[in-house]
């Protein structure tokens, strides 16, 4: 199972002068666009949206009931709408509470409200300069490249392309407003654990902290945060990998220091789909769970570090299946919160907003580990698309959603 310790934190603002060469100058953006991945709201929605989120694959709709069970269970409905509404709002009364008038507009790549709709609405409503902000925060292509992907497809086929403009923020993995709920969670957790094996008469027993993030396929895995311009070593030759375990050991660090609790840890992966003869990251949760119960481990503290809220991924793969797995082997366990609407999360993407505009400016761009912050302007060919080139913002090697003034492609925005 991963677990290295090898990559260690840095200062809150020293510069990181590689990932400053991707760093755009501040903008007078008048909206901004929270982007995420959608979900069903009832259970006539489950198929369509299993249709969205595999499309082009060929995938017949009697496949696509077999694996619809984790939401028909909760009714057909996804939380992460309803996840997002309330981000949606906080942040917005966030933004207002500083004195800030920007809207904050929300798209889906595979549910109502959709990503086209919503730039489309942007821009009747008068609004030229859009900042986006994803929910997701790591480096793969899944996590970046797609939305930026989703942009670009869509300024191009509506005819937005040269009107609006449309940028993103940096992926936010370590920065301190996503990193904080986590090591507040994973200490209220391994504290919470302790007693549940005290009150078993396992006082002292030993416990596990597992990160636990979304698996993707190993080929993308390898391609994230590569750029054959600016090559960069990464542990396990992963952006996406490397900064999950730079998290963890953050996090781990942190709670140790704070509170004196600490305790071995491991990422592993879950919510694996697709081919089965395409390898994907492993360990899976549930595989790493019986290893450690057979290596005498009787506690488990599961870290949902690769999830921004409570959505399908968390409250069925975790809730339901990983911390069933801990009961049917006897082991204690507790799953950690995720940010969801946690107020150091919120006011930490009202900082990568204010990172990015002239009116609200904050020079500071605050990173947890040695790997940021990452880039405003990613790198030429990161995280590629290996089923073809599409048009994407927010690149080096691109000119959509920028009004056609091209990054330059070499040294980045200053």
Known sequence: MSGRHSTGSTSLTEVNEVTEAGRMAPKEYDAVLLASFGGPEGQDDVIPFLRNVTRGRGIPDERLEEVSHHYRAFGGISPINQQNRNLKAALEAELAGRGISLPVLWGNRNWDPYIPQTLQEAYDAGHRKLLMVTTSVYSCYSSCRQYREDIGIALTESGLDGKLEVDKVRQYFDHP?????FVEGTAAGLAEVQQKLAEAGLQDAPIHILFA???IPTRDAEAAGRSDAEPRAFEEDSAYVAQHLANGAEVVRRV???????????LVYQSRSGAPHVPWLEPDINDAIEELAGQGIKGVVIVPLGFVSDHMEVVWDLDTEALETCKNLGLAATR??????????????????????VANYIAERPAMTGLGPWYDVCRPGCCANFRGEKPTIAGADTTVGTGHDAYPAGEGAK
Do not use: Q
Not at 177 to 181: I, L, Q, S, Y
Not at 256 to 266: H, M, V
């Open 256 to 266: 140790e220091a704070e509170s004196g609790l600490t305790a071995p840890w491991s």
């Open 213 to 215: 993030t979304h698996s």
């Open 336 to 357: 950690v919160p995720t940010p969801g609407t946690h107020r150091t999360f919120v006011s930490g993407l009202a900082d990568l907003i204010c990172e990015r505009t």
């Open 177 to 181: 407003g996503f990193v904080e709920p």
